[in-house]
Structures are given as structure tokens and as C-alpha cells.
């Protein structure tokens, strides 16, 4: 890759595009979501979907909120006592500012989005080897939806509460 012409090039829009196209993480796994549940309704004469079943997305939704209340409780857990991290992760799970990222299938971008980052703070605190996934992580909440640049910004302060 690197002999020819634009390797540099063809290596970060590899890097950056996961198909060329510049299509998000959600949208990536809408399209998954699509092939394996969805396609497989009724179809009319022209082949399109008559049914489209909502239950793949939702299910999703609900995997990547469930994911992140875990991802939270472990993060909280390295700052505040096992009690009070449970507490703050249970109000994060049923807190009803939540119920547009779980309940409308367009909202799993900002959960999936602050999963990826909460995972990134995770990987970032173990230190050691794990600051290789700390990039990648923050790079899928990114390609989820932009607000993991906030996240990524808040990176150093969550270290610095981490650590003291």
C-alpha cells in the first residue's frame, strides 16, 4: 500500500471510511441490523418491504443503553464507593432524559455515541496497553455522532478524578 501513489491517503480513508462513503457507526449498524432481521418480512410485487419489523432497532437501542449503564457503574466505581457508583448508574439507567435514546430509534446515536466515549475513559484509566483502544473508541463515538468531541475534550479531567 504504501509503494504507490496516495498510500497515505488510501490508508486514512480506510481508517476513516469504513465504506467509502462516509456513512456513520449507526448507520453502519442500521445496515447490519437490516440484513440479518428486517429484510427477511413480507414483500409486495416490487420487492419492497410491506412490514418492516422495529424490534431489531429497539433491541439495539436497549443492548447499547444496558451496555453503557455497566460501562458507567465500572467507571464510577473507580472514583466513588461500590454503593454510591450503583446509585449513580441506576439514576443514569432509569432517568427519564434517556427515554428518546431508548424508545426512538433515532435517538441511539448520542447513547451508542457516549458508550463508545465512556469506553474510552475506561481503557484510558487502565493505562498500560489499553491506551492503544482509547483513539478507537473515542473514533466509533465520533462516527456515532459528534458529541463524543465533548467527551473526548473531557478526557483529561476524567483522568485527573480517576487517578486522585
Not at 35 to 60: C, E, K, L, N, Q
Not at 65 to 87: R, S, Y
Not at 134 to 139: A, C, K, N, R
Request: charged share 10%.
Amino acid at each position: 500500500m504504501m509503494e504507490k501513489p496516495g498510500g497515505y491517503r488510501r490508508i486514512y480513508r480506510t481508517l476513516w471510511d469504513f465504506n467509502h462513503d462516509g456513512r456513520s457507526m449507526v448507520h453502519l449498524i442500521d445496515s447490519w441490523l437490516w440484513r440479518a432481521f428486517v429484510r427477511r418480512g413480507p414483500y409486495d410485487v416490487m420487492g419492497t418491504t410491506i412490514i418492516a419489523p422495529s424490534w431489531p432497532y429497539h433491541a439495539a437501542s436497549i443492548l447499547f443503553h444496558i451496555g453503557t449503564t455497566l460501562a458507567l457503574w465500572e467507571l464510577l466505581g473507580m472514583i466513588l464507593e461500590p454503593a454510591a457508583a450503583f446509585v449513580g448508574a441506576g439514576i443514569f439507567a432509569v432517568h427519564p432524559l434517556h427515554v428518546t435514546a431508548v424508545g426512538y430509534i433515532s435517538g441511539r446515536a448520542g447513547i451508542q455515541s457516549f458508550f463508545f466515549s465512556v469506553l474510552g475513559y475506561l481503557h484510558a484509566a487502565a493505562g498500560g496497553w489499553h491506551w492503544l483502544a482509547v483513539p478507537l473508541s473515542f473514533y466509533f463515538g465520533f462516527k456515532s455522532k459528534q458529541d463524543a468531541v465533548f467527551y473526548l475534550a473531557l478526557l483529561p479531567g476524567v483522568l485527573w478524578i480517576v487517578k486522585n
